[in-house]
């Protein structure tokens, strides 16, 4: 069993910067791929970023690639997601996630999901 719990979320303006934080406790966080989605107002929930606890290798969604890096530390149980350049279009409630496989947890196979936390930005 895998508990999460997001923190740092936030009302921000176009183009400054957040970082989220997702803290994970159970015995078995390092064995779970973690990621990042997000839901909109009216819209389903998307996902947005994963990274593999064994490598550490990241995944984005093309319309976050090359502003957000997400990053884990496993000895804090606890994965990030630095969010630059932030745009209105990036508002919504963002969940931590934590899957099997990475290429589950981007097609929303999740096996554990955090409560969310608020990202709002406004132009």
């Known amino acids: 069993q895998v508990q999460l719990v997001e923190s740092g979320g936030g009302l921000v303006q176009a183009g400054d910067s957040l970082r989220l934080s997702c803290a994970a406790s159970?015995?078995?966080?390092?064995?779970?791929?973690m990621g990042w989605f997000r839901q909109a107002p009216g819209k389903e929930r998307e996902f947005v970023a994963a990274?593999?606890?064994?490598?550490?290798?990241?995944y984005y969604a093309d319309s976050v690639k090359g502003r957000f890096t997400i990053s884990r530390d496993n000895a804090k149980n606890t994965v990030y997601l630095e969010m630059n350049s932030l745009k209105p279009e990036d508002t919504g409630v963002y969940y931590c996630?934590?899957?099997?496989?990475?290429?589950?947890?981007?097609?929303?196979?999740?096996?554990?999901w955090g409560q969310g936390t608020q990202v709002t930005v406004s132009s």
């Open positions: 996630a934590a899957a099997a496989t990475s290429s589950r947890l981007r097609v929303g196979e999740v096996d554990y």
């Open positions: 159970g015995r078995t966080f390092t064995s779970y791929d």
């Open positions: 990274i593999r606890w064994s490598s550490g290798s990241p």
